[in-house]
Nanobody
Framework: QVRLVESGGGLVQAGGSLRLSCAAS????????MAWYRQAPGKQRELVAT???????NYADSVKGRFTISRDNAKNTMYLQMNSLKPEDTSVYYC???????????WGEGTLVTVSS
């Protein structure tokens, strides 16, 4: 079992920055890759960025060049640095981890990011 806890959300003005953190605990060695998702009110949850155990990253087109995903394996923590934030980035951001082999998904409870115009 893996437990994920997000932090770092809040209210920021357009053009500002925030850094989200996701602390993982439990069976960390079973994690293959991790990701950040977001869900805006009335919309489906969407993938924001992924990072593999080897450090390879991938981003949604809407955040490329503005967001950076990273992970500190020594601290069992994943980050999402968000720069040049836009009002359309307002969402609940969720941390996700996928297990090796059977691809079981683990989710955090989410952290709210609100970008004011």
């Amino acid at each position: 079992q893996v437990r994920l806890v997000e932090s770092g959300g809040g209210l920021v003005q357009a053009g500002g920055s925030l850094r989200l953190s996701c602390a993982a605990s439990g069976s960390i060695a079973t994690i293959n890759y991790m990701a950040w998702y977001r869900q805006a009110p009335g919309k489906q949850r969407e993938l924001v960025a992924t990072i593999t155990s080897g450090g390879s990253t991938n981003y949604a087109d809407s955040v490329k060049g503005r967001f950076t995903i990273s992970r500190d394996n020594a601290k069992n923590t994943m980050y999402l640095q968000m720069n040049s934030l836009k009002p359309e980035d307002t969402s609940v951001y969720y941390c996700n981890a996928v297990r090796w082999g059977d691809s079981i998904n683990y989710w955090g409870e989410g952290t709210l990011v609100t970008v004011s115009s």
